[in-house]
């Protein structure tokens, strides 16, 4: 193997490559608002246009902070960029694909952290792009001697700053002093040296490694240094961003936006789709997740970059340059192979979700503490990057990212992907050359660690992912019985069910294994009202779709509630304040969170609940299909639900409809939902009473008998409940009969643990 040092590792000699403040500079762009008849590049027009800094991260994509790009409300500006640092520069327009936060700011309020936006060029253009660091940003303000090789102290930046009538590049140094605040919340503190107004949105760089860790944020006015964000907080990014075709636009003025960019959740399915095909597929590099597609576009540029900078006229690779820098020794097998592994991985399908990044992480020895990182890792570059400092020595480092890269190469892919085997052709071959100058141990290992996986035979593609069948989020909601009209909750992943067990077995049989645990995130013990629970919970439910959102599917979010609570209106809760409704956006179910039977005691109809899950999820030919049964309407009135016996005696494929659901506290409605529960139900429709008691009971009834009869198998209702809820939000006329809807979906092969361990302590 040539050597990272040696020259004809890429064909720049010792001495050839150029300085990082080049390569930054190249890649650091100013930021105009677009107003016709002015020329952003002209000296007058340019210092009145002129909005910030921001930095090419991928091939046409900019990343700067959001009050940067949408200071004057709008999401249309242009990106001005010097080819050569000094030269003419090039106008480029584009537009705010998204923001973080995405909500914008009162009049007279500033931008939170993370304060992100990623700015996609409307034309192509040839352009730089800094190299981002992978691994997480850690050890900063230590004495460099304790962190690892990194500097520990100083950090580079770079933008563009009004100096008088004209614009000029600005750089300098300055010391992390500290951090303030948590998670997406997170700011550096940055001291000891201006940040004059406008390099907000350029790059923070490491200038020991060679690339860029962050962007300044802001400045203090009366001192020297601000604030600065991580790029890893890119990874809060939604995986869904694009938004929905019926979104309301926000409006024109401060923090406002143009149609270019407007906050909202994900495209709703069609009722029809819903029903038909579920959640939809996505092909490569589709705009479902947008983090996936600027960092694995990011990874590709510099491995290409680096592949060609041997040729005459071929403009530099940062490879080159960040391997002769003192940092480089820090980096497992040099900055050149790290280019090339990090190309190679950005080939590859992305992972399925977050969840199942971490569990991959978590099963490779010497990989687990990689999958504890915040933000949590969303990309195969994020659980590389976890790998770095996740050992003391050389050797430790280099052997956990062998094996990690065993496991990713031999990680079910969801769907076909032309290109998966010529990515994973890249990664034998890069591991085939990088063990070859290992010692033997460690050669040896991972020859027979890979020489196991080619014997064995090929693992079937995961099936198409039905309801219920990926991670999902469970959120459970305990009354406080001291308190009225207050909560303790908890958040926690729920693993997707194992193997169903045998109808009529509720305990863990022979061979079995029981269930998987929910992973806790957040809880909170000490009383919420509810009230305030939709603003308290929206933080934490964003930061757990995060880990289990996948691209062009949402998680599905199981709301745990007491049987008199079954009917709290979870889904019409905002997304976050102003936002749209959580059940527009995903679907939203709920479920009982007391075992059958109650606590203790055995369920007295588990044969029967096992039984009727099977039969209503039986997607077969010839299979009869679920049905709706109005159990509570008698031409318009209300009556009784039929006792428990009544009801154990309708077919197993009936659905349990109610119509005159009233209201979480009132008696009947909660001993309407108690009886379905205790007969072995596990789905069930219900509409809640929305302040009209004269609404016609019998297009309900027609329109909801008909839809479960097109749906045939239970498994399609969540995401058709979804539909129709994000139908409801775009004001469509066919859909206004399902307002208030609400679904029970209780899945006995994914049982909840008794309410005083539903999770772990942490």
């Known amino acids: 193997m040539?050597?990272?040092?040696?020259?004809?590792?890429?064909?720049?000699?010792?001495?050839?490559?150029?300085?990082?403040?080049?390569?930054?500079?190249?890649?650091?762009?100013?930021?105009?608002?677009?107003?016709?008849?002015?020329?952003?590049?002209?000296?007058?027009?340019?210092?009145?246009?002129?909005?910030?800094?921001?930095?090419?991260?991928?091939?046409?994509?900019?990343?700067?902070?959001?009050?940067?790009?949408?200071?004057?409300?709008?999401?249309?500006?242009?990106?001005?960029?010097?080819?050569?640092?000094?030269?003419?520069?090039?106008?480029?327009?584009?537009?705010?694909?998204?923001?973080?936060?995405?909500?914008?700011?009162?009049?007279?309020?500033?931008?939170?952290?993370p304060d992100l936006a990623l700015i996609r060029l409307q034309k192509p253009t040839e352009h730089a792009c800094v190299h981002l660091a992978e691994q997480p940003l850690t050890d900063y303000g230590r004495p460099a001697a304790s962190s690892g090789g990194r500097s520990g102290e100083l950090l580079g930046f770079a933008g563009w700053f009004r100096s008088g009538r004209r614009l000029s590049r600005y750089d300098g140094t300055v010391t992390v002093l500290g951090r303030i605040g948590w998670g997406a919340d997170e700011e550096l503190r940055l001291g000891d040296d201006d940040l004059p107004d406008g390099v907000s949105g350029g790059p923070v760089f490491d200038p020991h490694r060679g690339e860029v860790v962050a962007l300044v944020k802001s400045r203090r006015t009366r001192e020297q240094g601000g604030t600065a964000v991580r790029t890893g907080q890119l990874r809060h990014l939604p995986v869904i961003a694009a938004p929905p075709s019926g979104a309301v636009r926000a409006p024109a003025g401060a923090g406002g936006h143009t149609p270019a960019y407007a906050p909202g959740g994900p495209a709703p399915l069609s009722a029809e789709d819903a029903r038909r095909f579920g959640p939809p597929e996505v092909a490569r590099d589709a705009p479902g997740d947008l983090y996936q597609e600027v960092l694995r576009g990011h990874d590709r540029f510099h491995r290409d970059r680096l592949r060609h900078a041997d040729r005459d006229g071929a403009p530099p690779a940062w490879a080159d340059t960040q391997a002769v820098l003192d940092g480089a020794r820090t980096v497992p097998f040099g900055p050149r192979e790290r280019t090339r592994l990090l190309g190679a991985l950005g080939e590859l399908p992305p992972p399925a979700s977050t969840a199942d990044l971490g569990a991959l992480l978590r099963s490779v020895p010497g990989c687990a503490s990689a999958a504890r990182a915040v933000p949590p890792p969303r990309a195969w570059r994020d659980g590389l990057g976890g790998l770095y400092e996740s050992h003391a020595t050389d050797e430790g480092r280099r052997l956990s990212v062998l094996r990690y890269v065993v496991a990713v190469l031999h990680a079910p892919r969801a769907r076909h992907d032309p290109g998966a085997?010529?990515?994973?052709?890249?990664?034998?071959?890069?591991?085939?050359?990088?063990?070859?100058?290992?010692?033997?141990?460690?050669?040896?290992?991972?020859?027979?660690?890979?020489?196991?996986?080619?014997?064995?035979?090929?693992?079937?593609?995961?099936?198409?992912?039905?309801?219920?069948?990926?991670?999902?989020?469970?959120?459970?909601?305990?009354?406080?019985?001291?308190?009225?009209?207050?909560?303790?909750?908890?958040?926690?992943?729920?693993?997707?069910?194992?193997?169903?067990?045998?109808?009529?077995?509720?305990?863990?049989?022979?061979?079995?294994?029981?269930?998987?645990?929910?992973?806790?995130?957040?809880?909170?013990?000490?009383?919420?009202?509810?009230?305030?629970?939709?603003?308290?919970?929206?933080?934490?439910?964003?930061?757990?779709?995060?880990?289990?959102?996948?691209?062009?599917?949402?998680?599905?979010?199981?709301?745990?509630?007491?049987?008199?609570?079954?009917?709290?209106?979870?889904?019409?809760?905002?997304?976050?304040?102003?936002?749209?409704?959580?059940g527009q956006v995903r679907p939203v179910v709920v479920r009982p969170a007391e075992p059958p039977g109650g606590a203790g005691e055995p369920d007295p109809a588990a044969a029967d609940r096992y039984d009727r899950w099977r039969w209503t999820h039986d997607d077969a030919p010839l299979a009869p299909g679920v049905r709706g049964r109005v159990l509570d309407c008698d031409a318009g009135a209300r009556v009784p639900v039929p006792s428990t016996d009544q009801l154990r005696s309708l077919a197993h494929a009936s659905v349990p409809v109610l119509c005159h659901y009233r209201e979480p506290g009132d008696p009947g409605s909660a001993e309407a939902l108690a009886r379905l529960v205790d007969g072995g139900f596990g789905v069930a429709l219900w509409r809640r009473d929305v302040g009209a008691p004269e609404r016609m009971c019998a297009e309900f009834h027609r329109r909801a008998e008909a839809e479960l009869a097109r749906a045939r198998t239970a498994q399609r209702l969540p995401h058709l409940v979804h539909a129709l809820r994000a139908a409801l939000g775009e004001g469509r006329t066919d859909s206004f009969w399902a307002e208030g809807l609400a679904l029970l979906y209780d899945d006995p092969h994914q049982p909840l643990p008794g309410s005083d361990d539903l999770f772990a302590p942490l």
């Open 2 to 113: 040539t050597g990272e040092g040696s020259p004809g590792a890429t064909g720049a000699l010792p001495g050839d490559e150029p300085p990082l403040e080049h390569l930054i500079a190249a890649a650091t762009v100013r930021i105009h608002g677009r107003r016709p008849g002015y020329d952003p590049s002209g000296p007058d027009e340019g210092v009145r246009t002129f909005l910030g800094s921001g930095f090419f991260v991928a091939p046409n994509w900019v990343l700067t902070c959001a009050h940067v790009a949408l200071a004057e409300g709008g999401g249309h500006v242009d990106i001005v960029h010097e080819p050569e640092p000094g030269g003419p520069p090039a106008v480029v327009p584009g537009e705010v694909a998204v923001a973080l936060p995405e909500t914008p700011p009162r009049p007279g309020e500033g931008w939170a952290a």
């Open 421 to 582: 085997a010529e990515a994973e052709a890249a990664l034998r071959t890069w591991l085939h050359r990088t063990t070859a100058t290992l010692d033997r141990p460690v050669r040896g290992e991972i020859t027979a660690e890979l020489r196991r996986h080619a014997a064995a035979p090929p693992p079937p593609p995961p099936p198409p992912p039905a309801a219920g069948a990926r991670h999902s989020v469970l959120l459970e909601l305990t009354r406080r019985p001291w308190e009225r009209d207050s909560f303790d909750w908890r958040i926690g992943l729920l693993p997707a069910p194992g193997a169903p067990r045998p109808a009529g077995a509720p305990a863990a049989a022979d061979g079995v294994p029981e269930p998987p645990e929910p992973e806790p995130l957040h809880d909170d013990h000490t009383g919420t009202a509810l009230s305030e629970l939709p603003d308290r919970l929206a933080g934490p439910l964003a930061r757990a779709f995060g880990l289990a959102d996948e691209p062009g599917s949402p998680a599905l979010l199981q709301v745990a509630l007491e049987r008199g609570a079954l009917g709290l209106p979870v889904d019409t809760w905002p997304v976050r304040p102003g936002g749209p409704l959580l």
